[in-house]
Nanobody
Framework: QVQLVESGGGLVQAGGSLRLSCAASGIAFSINVMRWYRQAPGKQRELVAAISSGGSTNYANSVKGRFTISRDNAKNTVDLQMNSLKAEDTAVYYC????????WGKGTLVTVSS
């Protein structure tokens, strides 16, 4: 019943931008912490950005100043605006929702060519 569906991934050149979106259903969206994670080949999954139910945000140091997380509680969506993309940003990006338990999307691939 719970679904997190990511969209917006694709191929982009270094220096370019992408906007990822995650549509949630089956959860009380507004009370969930929403997060974006990513996992590059051969690497551990890492937290990229998070936004609390109250709207406070946190970012990995590697993306600060380049990525922006936002949420729209009316639409049950969370977005990740990614600017000034680097080859190191290449990864599968996962949407995560947390309130007492974690839920995960299937991921969307972002490939940044150098």
């Amino acid at each position: 019943q719970v679904q997190l569906v990511e969209s917006g991934g694709g191929l982009v050149q270094a220096g370019g931008s992408l906007r990822l979106s995650c549509a949630a259903s089956g959860i009380a969206f507004s009370i969930n912490v929403m997060r974006w994670y990513r996992q590059a080949p051969g690497k551990q999954r890492e937290l990229v950005a998070a936004i609390s139910s109250g709207g406070s945000t946190n970012y990995a140091n590697s993306v600060k100043g380049r990525f922006t997380i936002s949420r729209d509680n009316a639409k049950n969506t969370v977005d990740l605006q990614m600017n000034s993309l680097k080859a190191e940003d290449t990864a599968v990006y996962y949407c995560n929702a947390y309130f007492r338990v974690d839920y995960w999307g299937k991921g969307t691939l972002v490939t940044v060519s150098s």
